[in-house]
């Protein structure tokens, strides 16, 4: 098909002919074509006849506030798109429900915020979001996924303590978007890698996004997004806490991915298996703590109920002059 660039904009094109042209020009080393979002290939799509027995319920959720604090700010907008997962074949199978509603939060919406989501007062003056609908939608689910989670789970929790009943992941801090060659874990940029674009910061619009996001497959692993996730949220992780750390190892603990928590005043780390928490605690002794007796740093074991709210696990002190290699 020859065009005629100069009068693109009068072209009369089938859906068809615009994806062919669409294709030739992505094969062109110069450019890189991308697709809007289009949830309609969820919605028609027939639940898979390969689907097994031991088919998985999830949700992925996002919300609108009225501010960034959970405490004194409220949601504003939920959405939430339900799936099936399969997980002999490490997949999303089937949406079987999308769940997006408004909510009066009882005062003004700053306008700062407005600004991003683009909620106004009059959408959502007397509109309430139906109790009984999140708690259907929740029904058997297995696992609920936010990209953000630790900002999430807060706000929904206090409006909803269903919530806190329910295993949690993140898809930003659940999967090493950096080890798997990724520069960013901003959904918007991950959606761009899979060719697609949207308008982002309304929630169930960022629900259909996390979705295609999470069907991917990550080039370092070889296995799906989404199958990552509820493999790790199945694992118990532990937050170690570097108490009493050596001012002088402050450039250490950074460089291996410990935060500095200023409310504590202590670097600590998240890390996974038990194998890895080993690890990470011989490492300590030997490059933090160092051979003095009675040095000791906290564990905080963590669930994937616990995992990115604002409650925490169970707590106990390790003497890491017990520690041995073997």
Known sequence: MKVDMNNIDQLSLDSKEWDHLAQALDKHPHYKVLKRLAPERWLDKERSSRGSASTLKGVILDTETTGMNALTDKVIELGMVVFEYDPQLGQITHVSQVFDELEDPGFPIP?????????????????????????????GVSLVI????????????????????????????????????????????????QGIFYEAHRAETDCWALLEVLNMVLPKTQQSAIQTLFESSAQMQSKVYAIGSPYETKDILKARAYRW????????????????????????????????????VEIESLSALERHSERGGKKHLQDLSALTES
């Open 111 to 139: 306008a700062e915020t407005t600004a991003i989501h683009h909620i106004t007062d009059e959408m959502v003056k007397g509109h309430r979001i139906k109790d009984q609908e999140v708690m259907e939608a929740l029904k």
């Open 146 to 193: 936010a990209h953000n989670a630790a900002f999430d789970r807060p706000f929904v929790e206090n409006r909803w303590p269903v919530f806190a009943e329910l295993p949690w992941a993140c898809s930003i801090k659940d999967i090493d978007w950096r080890v798997n060659s990724f520069g960013s874990a901003k959904l918007e940029y991950l959606a761009m890698t």
């Open 261 to 296: 928590s200023a409310e504590i005043k202590c670097w600590s780390k998240t890390v996974g298996s038990s194998e890895k928490l080993k690890e990470e605690l011989l490492w300590l002794k030997h490059n933090v703590y160092g051979p003095r007796k009675g040095a000791k």
